[in-house]
């Protein structure tokens, strides 16, 4: 290691332990901070833990019912129903809309009486960046329902009204919570006209949920009662319609893990829309689910009994509120028979996109976390590596940074065969760069290049030397590289985790708001990136002087070398700061080996095996030999030296 590379290797480590320094909060600050973090951490106790969470949880209650209330608010006043265009459903479609709660320790569920639908789902464990309670989905624009003609009447059940029928034991204010053992449950109930009231209750379609205690896991079963005469014949099959708006839960959206629709075949892989623009997509055969997902969490409608087939669309509408985020949409059709006490059993999930937790429920629905399934080995080194690995060191309770440092010191311990191999050809290409230099005096000119490259390569023959032997360890560490790339992003572990002046692990960390916007670049300074970037040119640096005589012939690439440092100074700044922290973590301690192998290593002995080398015969190989006596064959003679 020269002393350049020692200057920008203490200069590194100087900034951050500076930095670091000049970061730590004073005594006030930290109070500030702790405070802030125990209101964070009241969010995510459940309903009764303090009087504070109440207040909250009764405060965001009051906002849904207020929002899915503001459509309806003049239902009562309005003429009477269209008979005509409703038939046997005319009475159902007016009502006063009221929301009940199914709840256990994980989760809130806020179910409509209008549609009989989940107009809301709270997340009780997490929160949004910015601290508030985390809402999948807007409540005023969720849309679910049955589509059906009856008696030749087109009935859509989003736009009637359902009566509850409580399972469970309701509490206060129209709220079920599971128990352990004792599931919150609900039956929601739409009553077609009669004129005999003794019939009046032995005929309707119910949507029957489910909510276990400790589960992300929603049980929903739409129920056929008495409706035989209801619902026209029309088919082996009805549609159920599914649309709503995706709200923002993270400070920004990461381009290769945006939301979207994905959705299983059955028995088959799993597929997904575009992450970057509007799609739509016709599934011709069945499907055992489909799921709106984003960045970290996701909402899964799955089918005991697969779906036969479906349209499905995302897109973005203009104009919308700050928290918007995507418009998912969805006609499915599912198998349907007409008799009494028909029964399509479903599940919905509502939860994180934690690859332990979708994992247990042997549905592939973890193929929704991006990490690398496109190339077999990206998604192998993260699954059974990277994954378990990174779980095992949380149990021990240490900050991420802590365990993004460990991990990557394993890592580098499995890879230093291959680097230490890396280090010996470049070795060996440093002690033939003299001979090299000769042979680039003895043909200077342009037109003599091939017998230049000619010479280079039969001295390297001779010299049992292979030019290439210090690319392969490298392209053996790229899956790693691209692996690690895929994982930081779209790990949910990272998730708000601070670590030095990073807040959030899974976001950008800044040190610097500038008051423009840089294209390409952005309106921030990431500090993690920076620093990445400047280990990466410093690391450049070393190699290229280290590959001396192979970026001599190939200047060009020498200067793209220079140049991808500086691109990924514009492509990290908007990234995970736990991917910069992890890169800028990997060039230090390449460092640290470059500087141990080299001082282990004796370029004299070196010198001196490939002298060894040249004295003896130089063997053909095989290949050579059948292009020689090919060439015989034709009547070609070898050039003999």
Same mark, same amino acid.
């Given at each position: 290691?020269?002393?350049?590379?020692?200057?920008?290797?203490?200069?590194?480590?100087?900034?951050?332990?500076?930095?670091?320094?000049?970061?730590?909060?004073?005594?006030?600050?930290?109070?500030? !901070?702790?405070?802030?973090?125990?209101?964070?951490?009241?969010?995510?106790?459940?309903?009764?833990?303090?009087?504070?969470?109440?207040?909250?949880?009764?405060?965001?209650?009051?906002?849904?019912?207020?929002?899915?209330?503001?459509? #309806?608010?003049?239902?009562?006043?309005?003429?009477?129903?269209?008979?005509?265009?409703?038939?046997?459903?005319?009475?159902?479609?007016?009502?006063?809309?009221?929301?009940?709660?199914?709840?256990?320790?994980?989760?809130?569920?806020?179910?409509?009486?209008?549609?009989?639908?989940?107009?809301?789902?709270?997340?009780?464990?997490?929160?949004?960046?910015?601290?508030?309670?985390?809402?999948?989905?807007?409540?005023?624009?969720?849309?679910?329902?049955?589509?059906?003609?009856?008696?030749?009447?087109?009935? %859509?059940?989003?736009?009637?009204?359902?009566?509850?029928?409580?399972?469970?034991?309701?509490?206060?204010?129209?709220?079920?919570?599971?128990?352990?053992?004792?599931?919150?449950?609900?039956?929601?109930?739409?009553?077609?006209?009669?004129?005999?009231?003794?019939?009046?209750?032995?005929?309707?379609?119910?949507?029957?949920?489910?909510?276990?205690?400790?589960?992300?896991?929603?049980?929903?079963?739409?129920?056929?009662?008495? @409706?035989?005469?209801?619902?026209?014949?029309?088919?082996?099959?009805?549609?159920?319609?599914?649309? +709503?708006?995706?709200?923002?839960?993270?400070? +920004?959206?990461?381009?290769?893990?945006?939301?979207?629709?994905?959705?299983?075949?059955?028995?088959?892989?799993?597929?997904?829309?575009?992450?970057?623009?509007?799609?739509?997509?016709?599934?011709? #055969?069945?499907? %055992?689910?489909?799921?709106?997902?984003?960045?970290?969490?996701?909402?899964?409608?799955?089918?005991?009994?697969?779906?036969?087939?479906?349209?499905?669309?995302?897109? +973005?509408?203009?104009? %919308?509120?700050?928290?918007?985020?995507?418009?998912?949409?969805?006609?499915?059709?599912?198998?349907?028979?007409?008799?009494?006490?028909?029964?399509?059993?479903?599940?919905?999930?509502?939860?994180?996109?934690?690859?332990?937790? @979708?994992?247990?429920?042997?549905?592939?629905?973890?193929?929704?976390?991006?990490?690398?399934?496109?190339?077999?080995?990206?998604?192998?080194?993260?699954?059974?590596?990277?994954?378990?690995?990174?779980?095992?060191?949380?149990?021990?309770?240490?900050?991420?940074?802590?365990?993004?440092?460990?991990?990557?010191?394993?890592?580098?311990?499995?890879?230093?065969?291959?680097?230490?191999?890396?280090?010996?050809?470049?070795?060996? !290409?440093?002690?033939?760069?003299?001979?090299?230099?000769?042979?680039?005096?003895?043909?200077?000119?342009?037109?003599?290049?091939?017998?230049?490259? %000619?010479?280079?390569?039969?001295?390297?023959?001779?010299?049992?030397?292979?030019?290439?032997?210090?690319?392969?360890?490298?392209?053996?560490?790229?899956?790693?590289?691209?692996?690690?790339?895929?994982?930081?992003?779209?790990?949910?572990?990272?998730?708000?985790?601070?670590?030095?002046?990073?807040?959030?692990?899974?976001?950008?960390?800044?040190?610097?708001?500038?008051?423009?916007?840089?294209?390409?670049?952005?309106?921030?300074?990431?500090?993690?990136?920076?620093?990445? +970037?400047?280990?990466?040119?410093?690391?450049?640096?070393?190699?290229?002087?280290?590959?001396?005589?192979?970026?001599?012939?190939?200047?060009?690439?020498? #200067?793209?070398?220079?140049?991808?440092?500086? !691109?990924?100074?514009?492509?990290?700044?908007?990234?995970?700061?736990?991917?910069?922290?992890?890169?800028?973590?990997?060039? @230090?301690?390449?460092?640290?080996?470059?500087?141990?192998?080299?001082?282990?290593?004796?370029?004299?002995?070196?010198?001196?095996?490939?002298?060894?080398?040249?004295?003896?015969?130089?063997?053909?190989?095989?290949?050579?030999?059948?292009?020689?006596?090919?060439?015989?064959?034709?009547?070609?003679?070898?050039?003999?030296?």
């Amino acid at each position: 290691m020269d002393r350049n590379a020692i200057l920008g290797l203490l200069l590194i480590l100087t900034i951050l332990i500076g930095y670091s320094i000049w970061m730590t909060p004073s005594q006030e600050e930290r109070e500030v !901070m702790r405070m802030k973090q125990d209101s964070i951490e009241e969010l995510k106790r459940v309903a009764d833990s303090t009087q504070a969470v109440a207040r909250m949880a009764k405060a965001v209650e009051d906002s849904i019912r207020a929002l899915v209330r503001s459509e #309806t608010a003049d239902s009562a006043k309005t003429s009477p129903p269209d008979r005509d265009k409703l038939g046997s459903f005319a009475n159902s479609s007016t009502g006063t809309e009221e929301i009940i709660y199914l709840e256990n320790n994980r989760m809130k569920v806020g179910i409509s009486s209008r549609g009989g639908k989940i107009v809301s789902v709270q997340l009780k464990e997490f929160v949004t960046w910015d601290s508030l309670p985390l809402i999948l989905f807007d409540p005023q624009k969720t849309e679910f329902g049955l589509i059906f003609f009856s008696r030749n009447r087109n009935i %859509q059940t989003n736009n009637h009204f359902f009566q509850p029928v409580w399972n469970g034991s309701a509490g206060n204010e129209g709220t079920d919570t599971a128990a352990e053992g004792v599931p919150a449950s609900l039956s929601m109930r739409l009553y077609p006209d009669a004129s005999d009231t003794s019939l009046a209750r032995n005929r309707y379609l119910e949507y029957l949920y489910t909510l276990p205690h400790d589960s992300y896991m929603l049980d929903f079963r739409i129920h056929f009662v008495g @409706l035989e005469e209801m619902i026209d014949p029309t088919g082996n099959y009805l549609d159920l319609f599914w649309k +709503t708006d995706l709200l923002m839960q993270e400070r +920004t959206v990461d381009r290769m893990n945006g939301p979207t629709i994905y959705y299983k075949y059955y028995q088959d892989e799993v597929d997904y829309l575009s992450e970057a623009k509007d799609d739509e997509e016709s599934l011709k #055969t069945k499907i %055992q689910w489909i799921s709106y997902k984003q960045r970290f969490f996701t909402s899964t409608l799955i089918a005991e009994e697969p779906f036969l087939n479906a349209e499905i669309k995302s897109y +973005t509408l203009e104009n %919308q509120g700050p928290r918007y985020l995507k418009t998912m949409e969805s006609v499915i059709a599912f198998p349907f028979e007409n008799s009494d006490g028909f029964s399509v059993p479903c599940n919905f999930y509502f939860g994180p996109n934690k690859f332990r937790i @979708l994992k247990k429920f042997d549905l592939d629905l973890e193929r929704q976390i991006p990490i690398g399934w496109s190339f077999f080995l990206m998604a192998w080194i993260n699954r059974y590596i990277v994954i378990p690995v990174f779980n095992f060191l949380e149990g021990f309770g240490l900050n991420y940074g802590i365990i993004i440092l460990i991990l990557t010191i394993l890592l580098k311990i499995v890879l230093f065969p291959i680097a230490y191999k890396s280090y010996v050809s470049s070795a060996k !290409m440093r002690v033939l760069k003299p001979e090299i230099d000769e042979i680039g005096q003895k043909f200077p000119k342009k037109e003599d290049a091939m017998k230049k490259q %000619q010479a280079v390569m039969a001295l390297y023959k001779q010299a049992g030397v292979n030019p290439m032997a210090g690319c392969v360890p490298l392209l053996l560490q790229f899956p790693i590289l691209i692996a690690m790339f895929r994982f930081f992003p779209s790990s949910f572990e990272l998730r708000q985790q601070p670590f030095l002046w990073a807040h959030d692990l899974s976001s950008y960390d800044s040190i610097l708001e500038l008051p423009f916007n840089i294209p390409f670049y952005g309106d921030h300074v990431s500090l993690f990136t920076l620093l990445m +970037t400047v280990s990466t040119i410093i690391y450049t640096k070393i190699n290229n002087d280290l590959m001396g005589s192979s970026s001599q012939q190939l200047p060009g690439m020498k #200067t793209m070398m220079y140049l991808m440092p500086i !691109m990924f100074l514009g492509w990290f700044n908007n990234y995970a700061a736990g991917l910069s922290y992890y890169y800028m973590l990997a060039n @230090l301690i390449t460092f640290g080996q470059m500087f141990v192998i080299r001082r282990t290593i004796d370029e004299g002995k070196i010198r001196s095996k490939i002298e060894e080398n040249k004295k003896k015969p130089v063997r053909k190989s095989n290949w050579q030999k059948r292009l020689e006596d090919a060439a015989r064959k034709r009547g070609y003679k070898p050039v003999r030296k």
